[in-house]
């Protein structure tokens, strides 16, 4: 059954196009992603879907019925009612049911409906009829979903009786998306549903979404989330949507297949379009062959020639470098309680950190991972314990809320008010890496977006060349393809990284080192999540048999050996295959240039100029020396790649 239908559906923002000609269908039980960068127009999608906003043409098909739930980025509840009360709002229609319930029951013991027959039957016949659609309606259980609910979004027993208005802004978030969970939609449209929440509770939402009985439309850069969740992915890029079957993984192999089809079918019709031209050109002025000429050409005119397939929208393109390696050593953490004035919220964490470490530290919201990272990099004091430092370590520390970004200048100004030496053109040079090109420069920082603001703090540390990067949720307001460049820069990156992410696709591709904060101390996992989660499941199976203790151990050394060789394997692979790429196109980059050298040296005007000829036979000496090197290069390095899992 279909549920939703977008037909031909079109919208722009003063006289700019956002989205244009979209098509799309939910059908009930789909689970669709919607994916794309950041402003290409996802969440005005889901505004019109969900009547928060009118399209400029096209038509949105929801039939008589169908019940949609839409949950905005950053919503969240704000009322002077409780915790349970404002939850218990969703069952108003049912609570009616019930109270009404309730007074036939009174009725059916009076003794005036009780002696009467008559009276007592049409009494029972409505309260049969009421209580069967008070059960098929949920009435002997909504209290228990709620509370399971509530327990899943991190609301306990003791946080019933909190009035609404005074929890936090993650909190309130969490809550309304609890809400929305409860009032069980045929359609869940949800933007970004993943934010504000832990790890744990990111886990139970993957779960009561896998088994949602209605439909879900999602807006999400969480990519581990969307392989658990989803089953269609609409692409919004370029003000078009195009849709791929499967999981978010499955999209990007698909999208990559059909993208080097269409470029074959591109150049073999590009091909067979210059031979018709060529032909025409040639024959259509001769006597004998122009009949034949002007018949190909009504056919060059006739076909519906092929445009050229779109590759990736521009990137980001940035490294990390550094100006000096630290110590093995970096940092000790010894006996360490943090958390704020007489307050601690984690105690007794020991942790050391080594050179090249990329230790990706998780743990509940509240639990202070945040707090531990400020007070690493000295920005808040240890409540208790000691913390050792390493030789030469330089701390680079990014703010999950760009906190450091304070300037009320440009994005120009920001740069070089704290590199002053730098010239324009390199700080433009610089920028344009992180998209900001032409008038983007001289945009305040004040009203740059959150992926803005992002692109931008990354960009300061990068400058920053530090040894040691300490980052508090460094992939929070980055889509989906910052994300990878971000990780790429970071897999490349010779020093230290310790960071704070409840990205799971994240943790995985850089961490060697996991380290669970809980109350009392730090428990350390020698691998990347899904090693994290399998021996967390170890543990409590163990402690089911009743065999563990009440300490969980740490990780098996063998097992985790292996596994940090596998991601070393897998990080030097990835290394070589860049190197090997960006030799290839430089090569390719030279072939060219050299062939254009040799074409000026048979320039009939340059024949007696010997001077002339020597310069370009001195270039084309030159180039061809690099591209002779470079192939040599290129060739070790495909022999390391052989050798690499031989």
Same mark, same amino acid.
């Given at each position: 059954?279909?549920?939703?239908?977008?037909?031909?559906?079109?919208?722009?923002?003063?006289?700019?196009?956002?989205?244009?000609?979209?098509?799309?269908?939910? &059908?009930?039980?789909?689970?669709?992603?919607?994916?794309?960068?950041?402003?290409?127009? @996802?969440?005005?999608?889901?505004?019109?879907?969900?009547?928060?906003?009118?399209?400029?043409?096209?038509?949105?098909?929801?039939?008589?019925?169908?019940?949609?739930?839409?949950?905005?980025?950053?919503?969240? /509840?704000?009322? !002077?009612?409780?915790?349970?009360?404002?939850?218990?709002?969703?069952?108003?229609?049912?609570?009616?049911?019930?109270?009404?319930?309730?007074?036939?029951?009174?009725?059916?013991?009076?003794?005036?409906?009780?002696?009467? *027959?008559?009276?007592?039957?049409?009494?029972? @016949?409505?309260?049969?009829?009421?209580?069967?659609?008070?059960?098929?309606?949920?009435?002997? &259980?909504? !209290?228990?979903?709620?509370?399971?609910?509530?327990?899943?979004?991190?609301?306990?027993?003791?946080?019933?009786?909190?009035?609404?208005?005074?929890?936090?802004?993650?909190?309130?978030?969490?809550?309304?998306?609890?809400?929305?969970?409860?009032?069980?939609?045929?359609?869940?449209?949800?933007?970004?549903?993943?934010?504000?929440?832990?790890?744990?509770?990111?886990? #139970?939402?993957?779960?009561?979404?896998?088994?949602?009985?209605?439909?879900?439309?999602?807006?999400?850069?969480?990519?581990?989330?969307?392989?658990?969740?989803?089953?269609?992915?609409?692409?919004?890029?370029?003000? @078009?949507?195009?849709?791929?079957?499967? *999981?978010?993984?499955?999209? %990007?192999?698909?999208?990559?297949?059909?993208?080097?089809?269409?470029?074959?079918?591109?150049?073999?019709?590009?091909?067979?379009?210059?031979?018709?031209?060529?032909?025409?050109?040639?024959?259509?002025?001769?006597?004998?062959?122009? @009949?034949?000429?002007?018949?190909?050409?009504?056919?060059?005119?006739?076909?519906?020639?092929?445009?050229?397939?779109?590759?990736?929208?521009?990137?980001? $393109?940035?490294?990390?470098?550094?100006?000096?390696?630290?110590?093995? =050593?970096?940092?000790?953490? &010894?006996?360490?309680? /943090?958390?704020?004035?007489?307050?601690?919220?984690?105690?007794?964490?020991?942790?050391?950190?080594?050179?090249?470490?990329? /230790?990706?530290?998780?743990?509940?919201?509240?639990?202070?991972?945040?707090?531990?990272?400020?007070?690493?990099?000295?920005?808040?004091?240890?409540?208790?314990?000691?913390?050792?430092?390493?030789?030469?370590?330089?701390?680079?520390?990014?703010?999950?809320?760009?906190?450091?970004?304070?300037? $009320?200048?440009?994005? %120009?100004?920001?740069? #070089?008010?704290?590199?002053?030496?730098?010239?324009?053109?390199?700080?433009?040079?610089?920028?344009?890496?992180?998209? +900001?090109?032409?008038?983007?420069?001289?945009?305040?920082?004040?009203?740059?977006?959150?992926?803005?603001?992002?692109?931008?703090?990354?960009?300061?540390?990068?400058?920053?060349?530090?040894?040691?990067?300490?980052?508090?949720?460094?992939?929070?307001?980055?889509?989906?393809?910052?994300? !990878?460049?971000?990780?790429?820069?970071?897999?490349? +990156?010779?020093?230290?990284?310790?960071?704070?992410?409840?990205?799971?696709?994240?943790?995985?591709?850089?961490?060697?080192?996991?380290?669970?904060?809980?109350?009392?101390?730090?428990?350390?996992?020698?691998?990347?999540?899904?090693?994290?989660?399998?021996?967390?499941?170890?543990? $409590?199976?163990?402690?089911?048999?009743?065999?563990?203790?009440?300490?969980?151990?740490?990780?098996?050394?063998?097992?985790?050996?292996? *596994?940090?060789?596998?991601?070393?394997?897998?990080? &030097?692979?990835?290394?070589?295959?860049?190197?090997?790429?960006?030799?290839?196109?430089?090569?390719?980059?030279? =072939?060219?240039?050299?062939?254009?050298?040799?074409?000026?040296?048979?320039?009939?005007?340059?024949?007696?100029?010997?001077?002339?000829?020597?310069?370009?036979?001195?270039?084309?000496?030159?180039?061809?020396?690099?591209?002779?090197?470079?192939?040599?290069?290129?060739?070790?390095?495909?022999?390391?790649?052989?050798?690499?899992?031989?």
């Amino acid at each position: 059954m279909i549920i939703l239908q977008v037909n031909g559906l079109s919208k722009s923002f003063s006289g700019t196009d956002i989205l244009n000609n979209v098509r799309l269908e939910v &059908q009930h039980r789909d689970r669709v992603a919607l994916v794309g960068r950041n402003g290409a127009g @996802k969440s005005t999608l889901l505004k019109i879907i969900a009547g928060e906003m009118s399209p400029d043409s096209g038509d949105i098909i929801i039939p008589k019925g169908v019940r949609i739930g839409y949950l905005e980025q950053h919503a969240g /509840i704000d009322s !002077e009612r409780t915790v349970w009360e404002e939850m218990m709002t969703v069952y108003e229609p049912l609570r009616k049911l019930e109270g009404r319930l309730r007074e036939l029951e009174m009725e059916m013991a009076a003794p005036a409906v009780y002696e009467n *027959n008559l009276e007592y039957e049409r009494v029972m @016949k409505e309260y049969d009829a009421l209580q069967i659609e008070f059960k098929d309606s949920g009435g002997y &259980q909504y !209290e228990s979903d709620c509370r399971s609910v509530l327990h899943g979004m991190r609301f306990y027993q003791e946080d019933y009786e909190k009035s609404v208005h005074l929890l936090s802004g993650g909190q309130k978030t969490r809550l309304a998306l609890a809400k929305m969970l409860l009032s069980k939609p045929d359609l869940l449209i949800l933007d970004e549903p993943t934010n504000h929440l832990d790890i744990e509770t990111l886990g #139970w939402l993957e779960k009561y979404l896998i088994s949602y009985e209605g439909a879900i439309l999602i807006v999400s850069h969480d990519r581990y989330f969307l392989d658990q969740i989803v089953t269609v992915v609409y692409e919004v890029s370029r003000r @078009k949507v195009t849709k791929y079957t499967g *999981n978010y993984s499955a999209y %990007l192999d698909e999208k990559a297949k059909n993208y080097e089809r269409d470029q074959k079918l591109f150049e073999r019709e590009a091909t067979e379009r210059a031979k018709l031209e060529d032909f025409i050109q040639r024959n259509i002025a001769r006597a004998s062959t122009s @009949k034949m000429a002007k018949s190909r050409r009504k056919q060059l005119e006739r076909t519906e020639w092929m445009e050229a397939p779109d590759g990736n929208e521009k990137s980001a $393109t940035f490294s990390f470098d550094i100006e000096r390696q630290s110590g093995n =050593d970096v940092l000790a953490l &010894q006996d360490v309680s /943090i958390g704020y004035g007489d307050h601690p919220v984690s105690r007794h964490i020991n942790l050391h950190v080594y050179k090249e470490d990329r /230790i990706a530290i998780i743990g509940p919201n509240g639990i202070g991972k945040s707090t531990l990272l400020k007070t690493i990099v000295k920005k808040q004091p240890a409540l208790h314990g000691e913390i050792r430092y390493g030789t030469n370590v330089q701390f680079g520390y990014y703010d999950q809320n760009q906190a450091t970004i304070i300037g $009320t200048g440009t994005v %120009l100004q920001e740069i #070089w008010d704290e590199w002053p030496l730098m010239n324009e053109k390199d700080v433009r040079s610089l920028l344009g890496r992180f998209l +900001f090109s032409g008038e983007d420069v001289e945009k305040p920082v004040a009203s740059l977006s959150g992926g803005e603001k992002a692109r931008l703090s990354l960009a300061k540390l990068m400058l920053e060349k530090s040894n040691t990067l300490v980052l508090d949720e460094p992939t929070n307001h980055l889509d989906l393809d910052s994300k !990878e460049v971000l990780e790429n820069a970071l897999d490349d +990156f010779p020093g230290t990284i310790v960071f704070v992410s409840h990205d799971r696709y994240f943790i995985n591709r850089l961490a060697t080192k996991v380290i669970d904060i809980h109350e009392d101390g730090a428990t350390e996992y020698l691998g990347d999540y899904d090693y994290f989660l399998e021996k967390k499941a170890e543990q $409590t199976e163990l402690m089911a048999d009743g065999q563990g203790s009440g300490a969980a151990p740490v990780a098996d050394r063998t097992n985790a050996s292996r *596994n940090e060789l596998d991601k070393e394997l897998k990080r &030097q692979e990835r290394k070589l295959t860049r190197a090997i790429e960006d030799a290839e196109k430089k090569m390719s980059s030279l =072939d060219e240039e050299i062939t254009h050298l040799q074409e000026e040296l048979l320039i009939p005007e340059f024949a007696d100029d010997h001077v002339k000829l020597m310069d370009l036979q001195a270039q084309i000496d030159a180039r061809q020396e690099e591209h002779d090197l470079l192939a040599e290069q290129w060739l070790e390095w495909q022999e390391e790649l052989e050798l690499l899992y031989s």
